[in-house]
C-alpha cells in the first residue's frame, strides 16, 4: 500500500535493509524472544520486496506478454533459491560453519541488494487508462463486496503459503523412517517441482483463464500431498510430493 505513495525504489530499498537488520539480529541474539524480533524484520522486508517486485513485473509485462508468464518467470527463481540455499547452508553447517557466521552473512547480502532493489524499484508504474474514473466510481459503488473479496484472497494466499512453507518445514520430519539421503531427496524435488511448474506455468498460463487454471493447481498439488501422506512409504510417497511441488508452482504467482 505504501509503495505507490512514497515509490517502490525507497520501499524496495529499505526493504531490503530490514533484512539485514533482522539477519544480524537473528545472529546476535542472546534470547529466542530477540531471535523472534529479527525473524520478524527479516520477514517483513521480504515481503515487500515480493510485493513491489511483482508489481513491476506486472508493469514491465503489459508490453512483453500477459503478466501469468511475467509473474511465474519471477518466482522461478524464487523457488530457484529455495531450492538451492537449504542445500548450500546445509553442506556448510555439516562442514562445520556456525550457523550465527551463515546469518552474518545473509545480512551482508541484503545490505549489497539495497541498490539494486532500489534500482528495480524505479521502473515507472503503469500508466492508468481513460477509463480510470468510471473504474473508480464502480470501485467506490462496490466497495463492500470488492473489500470481502480482496479478504477471501488474502485468506487463500494465506493458506496457500501456509502449505507451501508447512511442506517444506515438516517433510525431512514427515520421512524419517527413510534414510536422511531420502528424506532430503524428498524435499529437494517438492521445491524442484515448485521450480519447473512456475517454469511450464511461465509458457502456458496466459492461454487459460486464470482463476480456473489456479483452482486447478490447487486441487492437484492438494490430492498429491493428501496420497503422499497416506502412503506408508516408498518410492511414489517420494515423487508425489514433486508432483505436489509442480502442482504449487504457479498458485502465487497467478
Do not use: K
Not at 5 to 10: A, E, F, N, P, Q
Not at 29 to 46: H, K, N, Y
Not at 240 to 252: C, D, E, T
Amino acid at each position: 500500500n505504501r509503495a505507490g505513495r512514497v515509490g517502490r525504489r525507497l520501499v524496495n530499498a529499505a526493504a531490503a535493509l530490514s533484512i539485514a537488520a533482522g539477519m544480524a539480529l537473528e545472529a546476535v541474539a542472546p534470547s529466542w524472544t530477540v531471535f523472534l524480533i529479527g525473524a520478524g524484520l527479516a520477514g517483513a522486508g521480504s515481503g515487500a520486496i515480493d510485493a513491489v517486485v511483482s508489481s513491476v513485473i506486472m508493469d514491465l509485462s503489459t508490453s512483453t506478454g500477459g503478466s501469468g508468464s511475467g509473474l511465474n518467470r519471477l518466482h522461478l527463481f524464487y523457488s530457484v533459491g529455495a531450492l538451492a540455499a537449504p542445500l548450500l547452508i546445509g553442506a556448510l553447517v555439516a562442514l562445520g560453519l556456525d550457523w550465527r557466521v551463515l546469518a552474518v552473512g545473509t545480512s551482508l547480502a541484503g545490505l549489497a541488494l539495497a541498490a539494486p532493489l532500489a534500482r528495480a524499484g524505479s521502473v515507472p508504474a503503469r500508466p492508468r487508462s481513460a477509463a480510470a474514473p468510471a473504474a473508480a466510481a464502480r470501485t467506490t459503488t462496490l466497495s463492500f463486496g470488492l473489500q470481502l473479496a480482496l479478504v477471501a484472497l488474502g485468506i487463500a494466499i494465506a493458506c496457500y503459503v501456509a502449505a507451501e512453507s508447512g511442506v517444506s518445514s515438516w517433510l525431512v520430519g514427515f520421512l524419517a523412517d527413510e534414510p536422511m539421503a531420502v528424506a532430503t531427496l524428498g524435499l529437494g524435488l517438492f521445491w524442484g517441482g515448485l521450480a519447473v511448474g512456475r517454469l511450464v506455468a511461465s509458457r502456458v498460463a496466459d492461454r487459460f483463464d486464470p482463476l480456473q487454471f489456479t483452482v486447478a493447481c490447487a486441487v492437484a498439488g492438494g490430492i498429491a500431498i493428501l496420497a503422499a501422506v497416506a502412503l506408508a512409504s516408498g518410492t511414489l510417497r517420494i515423487a508425489l510430493f514433486g508432483l505436489a511441488g509442480f502442482a504449487f508452482g504457479p498458485i502465487y504467482p497467478m
